[in-house]
């Protein structure tokens, strides 16, 4: 253990126990004193910052923890951060939460803040998903939003993601300015607490419905729908808040055979029937899949516990398969853009958006429909960022990231799992009324544009020393580039860091066009490609690999697929991820 760190851990805490904490909270400090001082460490050692989706971490006292100060301190900061950008004028925030345990508490504190710095608080009246708040504020006319979730975190956590007017994740530079003004508060004393519950407003099912309304405007197919709509659907919100808004979008456009897991609509965050609540997880849909097979349903879907993200799992001769994040996204890709054209929607102005970690094959769609594609850093809210940069230019048809979130239309600015279970049913009506299943939709785009086989390999470090660890790997990635990966030579690297990608054959360099970001990508002559990156709100370093291959006539889908595998784990070994 590091003592002269316990040490300066332990002047920090003592700042809570002299400071206007409650009781519990020091008496809690207090332990950790006593009897935890490892514990004591990674709770005081640093503060919670904003990453890719705001605050998230593990609940419980500490600057490093997520707990009702660090909260009101968050908000106060936001707060001081609104009334330079938007001098004079009057401000208002809408505010929700999902199922996590404390999500209600940390929402009602985050609405007493607000209300205390005199900014106007609309409060859904109990829990919502996250893109039901994305929409509330553009809605609304708000200045920020916040919503109370730590996604598909385990149950020891809680998280805080914040909102900027135009409905989306905030980004450089407010992110690292409200740090900065978070950085500024050392004590919940310079905190505005005495709460004006005449500025608090409870929301609830009127946004509901006006939000459900608009989202049956972005089906495109109804004829299709009309024809199908006995196809059979299995969902589970997984204990969170799909419940809410999934099961009535579906049948708001119509499908009627809609049947839920009852165990896991009951909401609940300590997420009881499953070890993670993380939809990419096969477990978390192990119970959704047996009541599919029982009622032999078509279609499996699952949203994780604040419905931004959604897995799909398809009926193939009565075996359901999990798809995963990139295929999903390409079949969404495929088929809006298939309706576009269509429908002769498609007049030279439209354009879809994709992570620079998420499958090139929606790249290559797009390429085919004649769109314009963009690729943007790790982040929903970067995808919202070219929405609004293009907004009044151009046409946002489809967004999406392989970490299973989907965007259509401009009306939210977050992924939105409500919006794509009814665009998964919709394609899967599509899909239906040509005799073929979506798993038969995906084979078609495998032969026509290339087969494409992703994974993502999670390297775990907890702590100050799990951090350092990480930091180190990137150091000796950038330091030591590999010259080949799986038998086939690096011939780009791309450093999102330095913003520069090197073309190693011709011995060239470009710019990156994209914010500085702590990521590195290896491409291979084969087109293999590798993108490292620390993840920005758990403790681990993430491997994306993508392999490509051509899916030939007589050869099966089991052969490619097993091929391709065999040269991820090649890739594995040679980068030692094994």
């Known amino acids: ?46 503060d919670l910052e904003f990453g890719t989706g705001g605050l998230r971490g593990i609940m419980g006292v500490g600057t490093n923890r997520m707990n009702i100060y660090t909260v009101a301190m968050a908000t106060q900061g936001i707060v001081n951060y609104l009334k330079i950008n938007f001098p004079n004028q009057e401000l208002s925030a809408a505010i929700a939460y999902d199922c996590r345990n404390n999500g209600e508490l940390f929402a009602q504190k985050t609405a007493e803040i607000f209300s205390a710095n005199d900014v106007k608080v609309y409060l859904f009246d109990s829990l919502r998903p996250t893109p039901e708040l994305s929409f509330a504020i553009r809605h609304f006319g708000c200045q920020t939003g916040v919503v109370l979730t730590a996604s598909h975190n385990p149950k020891e956590y809680n998280g805080y993601k914040a909102y900027w007017d135009d409905g989306a994740q905030i980004i450089a530079p407010h992110d690292k300015n409200i740090t900065s003004e978070v950085r500024k508060i050392s004590s919940i004393a310079d905190v505005k607490q005495t709460p004006k519950s005449e500025l608090i407003v409870k929301i609830g099912e009127e946004i509901d419905k006006i939000y459900l309304d608009k989202l049956t405007t972005i089906i495109q197919g109804k004829e299709y729908i009309k024809q199908a709509k006995d196809l059979k659907i299995v969902f589970t919100p997984i204990h969170g808040t799909g419940v809410v808004l999934v099961p009535a979008i579906l049948r708001k456009i119509g499908f009627e055979k ?48 604040d419905a931004d993200r959604v897995a799909v799992a398809v009926n193939v001769n009565n075996e359901f398969i999990l798809l995963n994040g990139n295929q999903t996204g390409a079949i ?175 011995n060239t360099s470009e710019a990156i066009d994209l ?64």
């Open 1 to 46: 253990m590091d003592n002269q760190l316990l040490e300066e851990v332990k002047l920090k805490a003592q700042k809570w126990l002299d400071g206007p904490y409650d009781e519990q909270t020091k008496a809690e400090i207090n332990h950790l004193i006593l009897n935890k001082p490892d514990e004591l460490i990674e709770s005081f050692y640093t």
């Open 258 to 305: 809609i049947y839920n897991v009852p165990e896991q609509d009951e909401t609940d965050g300590n997420f009881p029937t499953v070890i993670s609540p993380n939809p990419e997880n096969a477990e978390a849909l192990k119970m959704a899949v047996a009541k599919a097979k029982q009622v032999n349903a078509d279609i499996v879907m699952a949203t994780d516990p």
């Open 332 to 506: 969404l890709a495929y088929y809006m853009l298939s309706m576009w054209k269509e429908k002769n929607m498609l007049k030279g102005k439209e354009y879809i958006v994709k992570t620079i970690v998420t499958t090139e094959l929606i790249a290559d769609i797009a390429k085919a429909f004649g769109v314009e594609y963009y690729d943007v850093l790790t982040g929903f809210k970067y995808i919202a960022g070219i929405m609004k940069e293009n907004e009044g230019k151009k046409t946002f048809i489809v967004g999406g990231e392989e970490s299973y979130g989907y965007l259509a239309g401009d009306f939210v600015r977050d992924k939105d799992a409500v919006m794509a279970c009814a665009l998964i049913a919709e394609t899967a009506a599509w899909a239906h009324t040509q005799n073929k299943s979506l798993w038969d939709i995906l084979m078609d785009i495998y032969v026509k544009f290339g087969y494409y086989q992703e994974d993502l390999i999670n390297l775990v470090r907890k702590g100050k020393q799990g951090a350092e660890e990480i930091q180190e790997m990137m150091e000796s990635f950038r330091s030591k580039p590999p010259k080949s990966i799986a038998g086939s030579d690096v011939v780009i690297i791309k450093d999102y860091s330095s913003q520069i990608s090197k073309n190693i054959v011709a």
């Open 515 to 578: 914010p500085k970001a702590n990521v590195l990508q290896f491409i291979t002559a084969d087109e293999t490609k590798i993108s490292v990156r620390p993840s920005g709100t758990e403790p681990k370093i993430k491997f994306y690999v993508s392999v490509k291959s051509e899916m030939l006539e007589g050869v099966s889908f089991e052969t490619v697929q097993k091929l391709a595998f065999d040269k991820i784990n090649l890739v594995k070994s040679d980068l030692k991820l094994d």
